[in-house]
T-cell receptor, first 112, second 115 residues
Framework: QKEVEQDPGPLSVPEGAIVSLNCTYS??????FMWYRQYSRKGPELLMY????GNKEDGRFTAQVDKSSKYISLFIRDSQPSDSATYLC????????????FGRGTSLIVHP | DTEVTQTPKHLVMGMTNKKSLKCEQH?????MYWYKQKAKKPPELMFV???????INESVPSRFSPECPNSSLLNLHLHALQPEDSALYLC??????????????FGPGTRLTVL
């Protein structure tokens, strides 16, 4: 079992839909959780960063962490065609090397 | 300045060539990273520099040679590469490797093709 599991998709939704992207993980020591957006042939861009459990909101994006279920989510409201990209989750432990472990990414397509 | 820059954007090289990739950041970050990314795969860590010293080498072949001339610059020297080394090479930086927030900021990458 991989440490971080993420469905590669593609996930195709109509413009304006609410998108839910998810990752599960097996290492209970993960405390920091990140979401990156990566457009085709570009570097990943940090979208959201959360520590431990709970929710964090930034504009149309909400990151949610459920440590009891080892499950994290990224919600995108009012999705736009410009949101079409690959979304990577990443996680880190505390007290270690602080190097993130990445999921394989979910490809999102928002069609007009 | 909250940007990581990388040059060149694209590089095509033969298996006998020697070339270098360059990365620069001016955010005062003390940790810098090289990643390799193949299509539809997550970034794969190659090297980590912390305070200009090589901290992690993820068993990368010696045909890849990293260098950190100062706290803002990171190079990756390439020699005698193989076609399977063709990939997007990403540089990233973060505040440091010890404690607290350590989210990584990535550059746009260098797309490398080895013929």
């Amino acid at each position: 079992q991989k440490e971080v599991e993420q469905d590669p998709g593609p996930l195709s939704v109509p413009e304006g839909a609410i998108v839910s992207l998810n990752c599960t993980y097996s290492n209970s020591a993960f405390q920091y959780f990140m979401w990156y957006r990566q457009y085709s042939r570009k570097g990943p861009e940090l979208l959201m960063y959360t520590y431990s459990s709970g929710n964090k909101e930034d504009g149309r994006f909400t990151a949610q962490v459920d440590k009891s279920s080892k499950y994290i989510s990224l919600f995108i409201r009012d999705s736009q065609p410009s949101d079409s990209a690959t979304y990577l989750c990443a996680m880190m432990t505390t007290g270690g090397s602080y190097i993130p472990t990445f999921g394989r990414g979910t490809s999102l397509i928002v069609h007009p | 300045d909250t940007e990581v820059t990388q040059t060149p954007k694209h590089l095509v090289m033969g298996m006998t060539n020697k070339k270098s990739l360059k990365c620069e950041q001016h955010m005062g970050h003390r940790a810098m990273y090289w990643y390799k990314q193949k299509a539809k795969k997550p970034p794969e860590l190659m090297f980590v520099y912390s305070y200009e010293k090589l901290s992690i080498n993820e068993s990368v072949p010696s045909r890849f040679s990293p260098e950190c001339p100062n706290s803002s610059l990171l190079n990756l020297h390439l020699h005698a590469l193989q076609p399977e080394d063709s990939a997007l090479y990403l540089c990233a930086s973060s505040q440091g490797l010890a404690g607290g927030v350590n989210e990584q900021f990535f550059g746009p990458g260098t797309r490398l093709t080895v013929l």
